[in-house]
């Protein structure tokens, strides 16, 4: 929406059902608005993705801020939970949600993004989602 369609700020919109993603029922619906944005985002980032690589087997976000773990939800959803999905940040807490979202979080207070996948044993990054990052 609002690259192919007007609409955005006009009183009604065709919406084609394809768009929409199941949440939870226990999840207010003021709530799951708030999220349209961030997991809009985070998957048209991956189907850009896929139009490039079709055949994704890892992912790097830099940055486990909102848009950062939107895109780490989106991948769990569109490519599977099997696709591992590394996400950097240097917060504790962003990091400790990267967990719960079944991301593999890199503390980059405690290793470098090389050191951390050489460790680790991958063997590359298929695609990556750029972000602000402090170092």
């Known amino acids: 929406m609002g690259f192919t ?7 009604y919109m065709v ?15 003021s709530e799951a608005t708030m999220l349209l944005d961030i997991m809009g985002t985070g998957g048209h980032a991956i189907k850009r993705g896929l139009l490039v690589h079709p055949d994704i ?4 976000v830099a940055g486990a801020g909102p848009i950062g773990l ?26 400790e949600l990267v967990k719960k979202l079944g991301g593999i979080a890199i503390d980059l207070t405690e290793n470098s993004l090389d050191e951390f996948l050489q460790a ?10 750029p972000g602000f990052c402090r170092v």
């Open 5 to 11: 369609k007007d609409g955005g700020y006009g009183p």
């Open 15 to 29: 919406v084609n059902e394809t768009i929409f993603f199941p949440v939870d029922h226990e999840l207010p619906l």
């Open 57 to 60: 087997q890892s992912i790097l």
């Open 70 to 95: 939107g895109v780490l939800a989106m991948a769990k959803i569109l490519l599977g939970e099997s696709i591992p999905v590394y996400v950097m940040d240097m917060i504790p807490y962003r990091l």
């Open 120 to 129: 680790n044993g991958a063997q590359g990054i298929d695609l990556a989602k």
